[in-house]
């Protein structure tokens, strides 16, 4: 009977011990087997976001250097300054004393185009309202070298049509009377100005009036191709509105008064200041600027298929407008035509994750996302560019958000071009601790 029960017992034991072998085996085989982890919360994204864009600087950056080494372009630019940027992904190309201190000249006006559309998109004013022009925007009254667009006492002209003046014939009339329409005089439309430029995080950069006809206006190649990022992203519509337009025939009929009209006034077409617009394939603004301080400026945009570019030029050499322009042009050809027959922008399709497992945990699994965005400039070849993801199966013990547990590394041809790492979209905390040291067995035993 005693040798029964034993027989009994030795066999309890053993099925004990079997199942929880089993049930051992059955863990470390779970262990390899990715878990779905569950969405984040509002909350746990929101922790993520702030942990990222803390950590990454990038992140938040307008341009930042290509993610690679590349030889220094050979490239022929007379301008004292120069910067090409990618404007799908923000990357720098190239760069030429892009840090010197210039005058801008009239390339101002392309902020103060963008203080007026963020008025027009409060609702305050619109494009079509009728501008009072009060006598110092009229064109007799401003200097003999200022630029203009020809407005005077008595007409009757529209922003829109001011806008066009600025963005096509630089109008300095144009940019006074502007000024005082939107917040009744120069300096406190200037200090808007310059609160958009701080903002946007710019340090050298400063206004004083809102033409660019002082020399006491300052910015940096570098500076002014982040504020130019900025505005056609925020107003993309500008280009095609207002700064890819060739000429301007004013003023018409419709602008002059009744007493003018009996005058029988011949309107004056200005043709655009960028010349680009007429010989660069695929160009669509940006804006030109002169002053004897500065030398010859210019922001230039170009589209061609998928690809688009921003370059600035600063202090660009010639004696009068004919060379100026010449080197103007030169100068952004060179430039774009590098950028068009060198780079490509890429941008993931959807962005590279993993599923990592947890153990001693009180989470199964966790995500692991880019900790930047897959978004940069490549050489020419995309279809040869490789993405591989690097993680591992599972992890032991707690993990804090934010923490790189993986990465993806872009390659082309057999050589990296961009490491991005893979972070724990969120924390996982500790199990308790008999849950702990089990998992601690499985995780040594499925290694």
Not at 304 to 312: A, D, E, V
Not at 372 to 387: G, H, Q, R, Y
């Amino acid at each position: 009977m005693k040798n029964k029960k034993l027989i009994v017992s030795v066999s309890s034991a053993l099925a004990v011990i079997l199942s929880a072998a089993v049930t051992f085996a059955v863990s470390i085989k779970n262990a390899k087997t990715p878990h779905v982890p569950q969405k984040l919360t509002a909350e746990e994204q929101n922790e993520l976001d702030f942990f990222l864009n803390t950590k990454y600087s990038q992140r938040k950056e307008i341009i930042t250097r290509l993610p690679y080494r590349t030889v220094s372009a050979d490239l022929n630019i007379h301008a004292r300054s120069a910067i090409l940027v990618d404007i799908n992904t923000g990357n720098i190309l190239f760069e030429k004393n892009a840090d010197e201190l210039i005058p801008p000249a009239s390339m101002t006006k392309l902020v103060e185009m963008f203080v007026v559309f963020e008025e027009i998109n409060t609702g305050r004013i619109s494009l079509d309202d009728i501008v009072p022009l009060p006598p110092q925007s009229w064109w007799r009254n401003l200097p003999s070298d200022a630029s203009k667009m020809y407005i005077d006492e008595g007409h009757i002209v529209t922003l829109r049509e001011l806008l066009l003046g600025l963005s096509i014939a630089s109008g300095n009339d144009a940019s006074i009377a502007i000024a005082n329409y939107v917040c009744g005089d120069m300096d406190t439309f200037v200090k808007r100005m310059n609160e958009v430029i701080k903002s946007i995080g710019l340090e050298k950069t400063h206004f004083v009036e809102s033409s660019g006809y002082s020399e006491k206006n300052i910015t940096t190649a570098r500076e002014f191709s982040k504020f130019c990022m900025v505005y056609i992203k925020k107003f993309p519509f500008a280009l095609e509105q207002f700064h890819s337009i060739k000429k301007l025939v004013y003023p018409q009929e419709k602008n002059l008064s009744a007493e003018q009209k009996k005058l029988a006034i011949e309107p004056v077409e200005k043709k655009n200041t960028n010349k680009l617009l007429e010989t660069l394939p695929g160009c669509n603004g940006l804006k030109t600027g002169y002053i004897d301080e500065s030398g010859y400026n210019i922001s230039v945009t170009a589209t061609r298929g998928n690809k688009s570019y921003l370059s600035i030029t600063m202090g660009g050499p010639g004696t009068n407008t004919k060379e100026g322009d010449k080197y103007r042009v030169l100068d952004g050809t060179e430039l774009m035509e590098f950028a068009f027959k060198k780079f490509s922008p890429y941008k993931a399709k959807e962005a590279h994750t993993a599923i990592v497992n947890t153990l001693g945990t009180q989470e199964k699994s966790i995500l692991l996302v880019p900790a930047v965005p897959e978004n940069f400039s490549i050489p020419f070849d995309e279809e040869e560019l490789s993405a591989t993801v690097t993680a591992p199966e599972m992890i032991y013990g707690a993990v804090k958000c934010g923490k790189p547990l993986g990465k993806i590394i872009y390659s082309l041809h057999g050589q990296v071009l961009f490491t991005i790492p893979l972070v724990a979209s969120k924390t996982c905390t500790e199990a308790n601790s008999l849950m702990k040291l089990y998992d601690r067995a499985v995780f040594k035993f499925a290694k």
